[in-house]
């Protein structure tokens, strides 16, 4: 079944506490996105890459990292989340481009810092 | 950079009843304009997208609409139903195209 996953679905830390979490997509795309979720804020791009070892700021980058060093995995790392990091954060992947074909979501991880 | 706004905030319609979303985007250079529904608990899923060479699609009961002078794109749902209650999000592409910006996104409610 063609999907993006990650995990953990559920992660509550404290302050300044080193956290990764994992995203895959088994579709072969190029292009993956991370996006965090806020009420009345919308989806707002962290970081996104075009490519194996290719990767770029989105809007609100700061306070995380990211790496691709494989097609399917993009991981998400916080070196030391804060609290205004809490939020509901999207794995996403599309096929070549982010901005002009369908992206595929992953299920969400919510994260509680505090 | 990129500016997506989105209204309403909230919109409760009575099932059967018609839903309008509406979306305004500041980057002449957009071209790309989907709209992600958000069950709730769920992940965004795309419902229909619409390109800058044309102004209307329509998918069923939804259509989208796109006035690329205004710089505004509008959602309609006809004959609601209890399943379209949701999140909506409009977004834009940004100039060079490798990203979207979403508006804020509406909450549907369709009461039965």
């Known amino acids: 079944e063609a999907q993006v996953t990650q995990n953990p679905r559920y992660l509550i830390t404290v302050t300044g506490k080193k956290l990764t979490v994992t995203c895959s997509q088994n579709m072969n795309h190029e292009y993956m996105s991370w996006y965090r979720q806020d009420p009345g804020l919308g989806l707002r791009q962290i970081y996104y890459?075009?490519?194996?070892?290719?990767?770029d700021k989105g809007d609100v980058p700061e306070g995380y990292k990211v790496s691709r060093k494989e097609k399917r995995n993009f991981p998400l790392i916080l070196e030391s989340p804060s609290p205004n990091q809490t939020s509901l954060y999207f794995c996403?992947?599309?096929?070549?481009?982010?901005?002009?074909?369908?992206?595929?979501f992953g299920p969400g991880t919510r994260l509680l810092v505090l | 950079g990129e500016n997506v706004e989105q209204h309403p905030s909230t919109l409760s319609v009575q099932e059967g009843d018609s839903a309008v979303i509406k979306c305004t985007y500041s980057?002449?250079?957009?071209?790309?304009f989907p709209w992600y529904k958000q069950e709730l608990g769920k992940r965004p899923q795309l419902i229909i997208d619409?390109?800058?060479?044309?102004g209307e699609k329509k998918d069923q009961r939804i259509a989208v609409t796109l006035n690329k002078t205004a710089k505004h794109f509008s959602l309609h749902i006809t004959e609601t139903q209890p399943e379209d209650s949701a999140v909506y999000f409009c977004a834009a592409n940004k100039r060079g195209g490798n990203k979207l910006v979403f508006g804020a996104g509406t909450i549907l409610r369709v009461k039965s």
């Open positions: 980057d002449s250079a957009s071209n790309y």
């Open positions: 890459s075009m490519n194996v070892e290719v990767t």
């Open positions: 619409i390109r800058s060479n044309v």
């Open positions: 996403a992947s599309s096929l070549l481009t982010g901005g002009h074909e369908t992206q595929y």
